[in-house]
């Protein structure tokens, strides 16, 4: 899973993106404010800050050196634009998949002993 946090004056903003299941979200001082499943090469979060403001999350993966940008705007300025390089992806990736395989192995290991 990537995950992109920053801060916006006094808004915390954190958008959550998995590489496995393609579900994205966003949230805003700890509140889910988006939630959508994306398997393409870019997405858009819109939102209005607490000062009343509008704002956008770009999420774009690049598909030659696989990395993830999230570029973010208030009012149409981008404001910032983080990067989450391929080993990252990689790293998360593979956690996933330990994850997967640990709890496969917890339900055989269940099922053999009931």
């Avoid at 958008?15 to 949230?27: D, I």
């Avoid at 390089?85 to 002993?113: C, D, H, N, P």
Wanted: proline letters at 1%; glycine letters at 6%; charged letters at 20%.
């Amino acid at each position: 899973m990537a995950i992109f946090k920053y801060a916006l004056n006094q808004d915390y903003i954190e958008l959550q993106a998995s590489n496995w299941c393609g579900l994205e979200q966003m949230f805003i001082n700890g509140k889910r404010v988006s939630r959508k499943l994306n398997f393409g090469r870019q997405s858009e979060h819109s939102l209005t800050l607490n000062d009343g403001k509008a704002a956008k999350l770009q999420l774009l993966l690049d598909p030659i050196t696989e990395q993830l940008t999230c570029k973010i705007y208030k009012q149409n300025n981008l404001i910032a634009s983080l990067k989450q390089g391929k080993k990252e992806l990689y790293r998360s990736r593979q956690l996933t998949q330990q994850g997967i395989l640990a709890i496969g192995l917890f339900i055989v290991f269940l099922l053999t002993f009931s």
